[in-house]
């Protein structure tokens, strides 16, 4: 991933779901459930510092919420 876009991370899960059979999808989304929650505590770690010197929080939260609505389905303001 270069972005954190909503747009982008979706159709990076739209490339790889496109390519796999529909009894396997189910199982795609399983182990993406498995391994997101540990992925984002590692991207957590390692943008911490990155988050203390850019003050842009108005910026940062936009962003946040853009991608809890776009996981979600729901239309962001």
Known sequence: MTSL???VL?????FVVDF???DTVLQFLEVRRI??????ALAAERVVG????DHDY???SRRIIR???AEG???AP
Do not use: Q
Request: proline share 10%; no cysteine; aromatic share 0%.
């Open 35 to 40: 391994l997101e929650p540990a992925a984002t």
């Open 5 to 7: 876009d909503p747009g």
């Open 50 to 53: 990155e988050l203390d010197n």
């Open 73 to 75: 389905g729901v239309a």
């Open 10 to 14: 979706l159709d990076a899960l739209s």
């Open 20 to 22: 796999h059979r529909d």
């Open 58 to 60: 108005p910026r940062m």
């Open 67 to 69: 991608l809890i609505h």
